[in-house]
């Protein structure tokens, strides 16, 4: 009974069931409603945070070949690492709204295009260094430069001039930007002395741990920092173990070596939530898994055919098979509710008949060739395998070509004129446009070249009345969604776990997995 | 005497020669996989400008041949360079990465050769009786059972239901001896297990081979006991194939562990290549892929010259 109690209570803390039902179960079990309750609340707080302790982390994504550079930061276990010893400007909080971590406060211009952040008094970096407002200039600048190779360099093109004042950093941009802020929570940005342009794998920051031992892909061993200015950091040693292999992750949580894993495989989550020591932490995100159509190329540039595509496809069969229920329908939008500014629309459903109707309408009836492979998203080919059975229903004659992992992201992503794939989301809807569905994009992988919404785009990014705000991006929202090369069927969530050794965890934070990476030094060790 | 250093100093150049063949190989290899070392290194998040610079620093704009030869002459004077993707020096990352991967080879072929050996030398003597079945049958099964499985298997009971052992095998220096050892006690019993069958079989072959002779009848005859007659007889002349298959085997437990290091994370020579190959680190690959071949040529080598040794035929050819 009490596994049983134990899933149901994990179920409201996900969201998965509400309260009242989780009593009326609980009920049926025989525990008095004022028992239940407690158990409840049990589950979703602790007694405060207790300092001290070590916690183990097991991590997927890093490798030898990795930097210390967060420059370079490509994976969880980059940035998690980064996140110790650093931190960016400004930071997300847990619902998604922005607090200052160096900058200790920061306002804008009238016009969006001038932006001033005070850097934080009297914090130093861990060699000792006191942080000034130069080291916040050289930092962007080293991102920003022509000579760049951050993952960064994007986000930060629109910069014109980066001064220094007092305590004062003024940015000014060529065009008006409501989110610059937001960018600047970016995870490569973490300011360094001199802008770790001497040493940009030097790992000194002002972050609330301290590496003291680094094998890159394999271990690294954190300190508390004793002179760190902020919350942060409960326990005083963190340990983060790269673990790639996720039955060997999983296995490393259920052994009790680690305390802490990402990235639980959907198809497995249920069963590990079984084991009593283990809690299965899921997290709705801005992830989503895509297929995208090129709309110059024929036949996705004839709308009944993307149309018929879209209705031809299952989402909610795809949610329930794919992602195992770790996940919410998408609908051909890349924004989902998780974004500030959002609308909702109507969900589009599966439609076998309207799927045939604009079928017939675009008089193509070649073969549509869907190419994907096992890293794009998790899962790819069976998703598109249920895709082509779908299809069939409405007589798209809809083929699937597997292509290897590797190379997948230079050879066909961007390059094929139909495949799946997978987006992080970004911060703000503002970016997800920017970087993927603005006609000038680099990343522009459905080829979406549409005027209005160009122009929409550049309006709303100045515009600081939400109201107004709200109304463009649900209109540029409609043109995506009608006009778009996009198919989304669904938005994953993060599923992360601990076992209960660990209090501490806060549900729903905003950004990335493992509470936006956080978890490490927000989450303690119960005695 | 000096026939056997002309027979040796042949050896060892034909090894030479086959290494560098060897090195050719692996750079047309690496150049044949799509996609480039930068767009690999900066993933999807790059720009266009971000990779024109990545690829101007790395000098990816050098022609391949150009790339290859100042490569192979750095490798000449013993500088391996440094990496592509992080700019550490190759001899140094590699150095422990390989000390890692030989400390988990040494220990698993110093339980596995002599297990192997005793029980072929167990299975000869009781022939064709149920203790040669059951260890024919029990070496044969876990041979034939992928190792990864046998691994997830070992981590399931082992680690998981009874918490003997860690899954997790990332050993590093602030371990003791005894905890190292502790750490890599499953990898070392899965990998015992894989190569336990091929040694075994091959043992029992060589001996029942030598047991049909004149004189191990001559032996039996003398009214030697069966244990002794196998030991002191027949092992010593048909030490050459034996020999010739422990080296083979300990070649795999260096060079072909690759899947048990991603299992039990195991901070190995395997983990690093395949770090490097997947982000088309060049160099990197060339200098493991040299020395896995070195490794294989060496200890083929080693049997040769053992099996020379052992039979006074070979050691005068006519």
């Not at chain 1, 100045?462 to 649900?474: G, I, N, P, V, W």
């Amino acid at each position: 009974m009490t596994d049983q109690l134990k899933y149901l209570s994990r179920q409201v803390v996900t969201g998965r069931i509400n309260r009242r039902h989780f009593l009326g179960r609980a009920g049926a079990l025989g525990l008095t409603a004022a028992a239940a309750t407690t158990m409840m609340n049990s589950a979703v707080m602790a007694a405060g945070p207790q300092k001290g302790g070590t916690i183990r982390v097991g991590l997927q994504g890093g490798s030898t070949t990795s930097s210390l550079d967060p420059a370079l930061s490509s994976n969880q276990t980059d940035w998690t690492v980064s996140r110790m010893w650093g931190e960016t400007l400004v930071e997300l909080t847990d619902d998604g709204g922005l607090e200052g971590r160096v900058a200790e406060s920061y306002e804008a211009s009238a016009d969006a295009k001038t932006w001033t952040f005070r850097v934080r008094q009297g914090i130093t970096f861990s060699n000792g260094q006191d942080v000034t407002a130069a080291d916040v200039a050289e930092t962007l600048d080293r991102h920003a430069g022509e000579e760049s190779q951050s993952g960064a360099h994007g986000i930060l093109r629109d910069i014109k001039d980066v001064r220094t004042d007092g305590r004062d950093v003024i940015i000014e941009l060529n065009t008006a930007n409501a989110d610059l802020p937001y960018l600047l929570s970016d995870f490569h940005l973490v300011i360094q002395p001199g802008g770790g342009k001497s040493a940009p794998d030097a790992a000194i920051g002002t972050g609330p741990y301290i590496l003291k031992d680094v094998d890159m892909g394999v271990r690294f061993v954190a300190e508390k920092n004793p002179n760190y200015w902020g919350e942060l950091g409960n326990a005083e040693t963190l340990e983060i173990l790269v673990i790639n292999d996720n039955t060997a992750r999983v296995a490393a949580l259920q052994s009790g070596q680690v305390d802490m894993i990402d990235r639980v495989p959907p198809r497995t989550a249920g069963l590990v939530a079984r084991a009593p020591n283990v809690n299965v932490r899921s997290t709705s995100g801005p992830g989503h898994y895509v297929f995208i159509a090129h709309l110059d190329t024929e036949p996705f540039s004839n709308r009944d055919v993307m149309m018929a595509l879209k209705y031809g496809i299952n989402r909610q069969e795809m949610v329930d098979k794919i992602l195992f229920g770790y996940g919410s329908v998408g609908n051909d939008s890349p924004v989902n509710g998780y974004y500030p500014f959002a609308t909702e629309f109507e969900q589009r459903e599966y439609d076998p008949d309207k799927a045939a109707f604009h079928w017939k309408q675009s008089g193509y009836d070649g073969p549509i060739v869907l190419e994907t492979s096992d890293n794009s998203f998790p899962g790819a080919p069976d998703a598109a395998a249920l895709f082509q059975q779908s299809a069939q229903a409405a007589g798209i004659n809809l083929q699937v070509k597997r292509q290897p992992n590797d190379g997948y992201w230079t050879e066909v992503w961007n390059k094929r004129p139909f495949c799946t794939s997978f987006w992080a989301g970004r911060p703000t809807q503002d970016q997800v446009y920017t970087t993927t569905y603005l006609s000038t994009a680099d990343w522009n992988d459905t080829r979406f070249k549409n005027e209005q919404f160009d122009q929409l785009l550049l309006a709303a990014r100045a515009e600081l009345d939400s109201a107004k705000r709200t109304q463009m991006y649900a209109d540029m929202g409609t043109l995506l969604r009608d006009e778009g090369g996009l198919i989304c069927p669904m938005f994953n969530d993060f599923v992360d776990a601990t076992n209960d050794k660990l209090a501490g965890w806060a549900d729903g934070v905003k950004g990335l997995p493992l509470m936006n990476s956080y978890a490490p030094m927000r989450m303690w060790v119960t005695n | 005497m000096s026939l056997l250093i002309k027979l040796l100093a042949q050896r060892i150049a034909l090894g030479l020669v086959l290494l560098f063949m060897v090195s050719v190989l692996i750079f047309a290899g690496t150049m044949i996989l799509p996609g480039d070392v930068a767009q690999s290194i900066l993933g999807q998040s790059a720009t266009p400008e971000a990779l024109a610079n990545m690829r101007r620093d790395l000098g990816l704009n050098d022609p391949p041949l150009q790339r290859y030869f100042s490569w192979l002459g750095g490798f000449l004077q013993g500088d391996l360079g440094t990496a592509l993707t992080s700019g550490q020096d190759i001899a140094e990352s590699l150095g422990k990465r390989l000390g890692n991967t030989l400390f988990l080879a040494f220990w698993a072929a110093i339980i596995s050769v002599p297990l192997a050996i005793t029980l072929g030398l167990i299975a000869v003597r009781y022939r064709e009786r149920w203790p040669d079945k059951m260890i024919s049958a029990v070496t044969l099964a876990s041979i034939s059972v992928p190792e990864f499985l046998i691994a997830y298997i070992a981590i399931f009971f082992v680690s998981v239901r009874l918490r003997w052992a860690p899954s997790v095998t990332t050993i590093h220096d602030g371990m003791s001896l005894g905890e190292k050892l502790h750490t890599i006690s499953l990898p070392v019993a899965v990998l015992t297990l894989v190569v336990l069958a091929h040694m075994m079989r091959m043992t029992r072959a060589a001996i029942l081979n030598v047991m049909q002779s004149a004189y191990i009848e001559t032996a039996e005859l003398k009214g030697l006991r069966m244990f002794n007659i196998i030991w002191k007889h027949a092992f010593p002349n048909s030490v050459a194939p034996i020999v010739n298959v422990v080296m083979l085997n300990m070649a795999y437990l260096v060079v072909g562990v690759v899947v048990i290091e991603v299992v039990f994370t195991y901070p190995g020579m395997g983990q690093y290549l395949v770090d490097h190959v997947s982000k088309r680190d060049i160099p990197v690959v060339q200098a493991c892929g040299l020395i896995f071949a070195a490794v294989y040529i060496g200890l083929n080598m080693i049997a040769d010259i053992v099996s020379i040794l052992a039979n006074p035929r070979l050691r005068h050819p006519k």
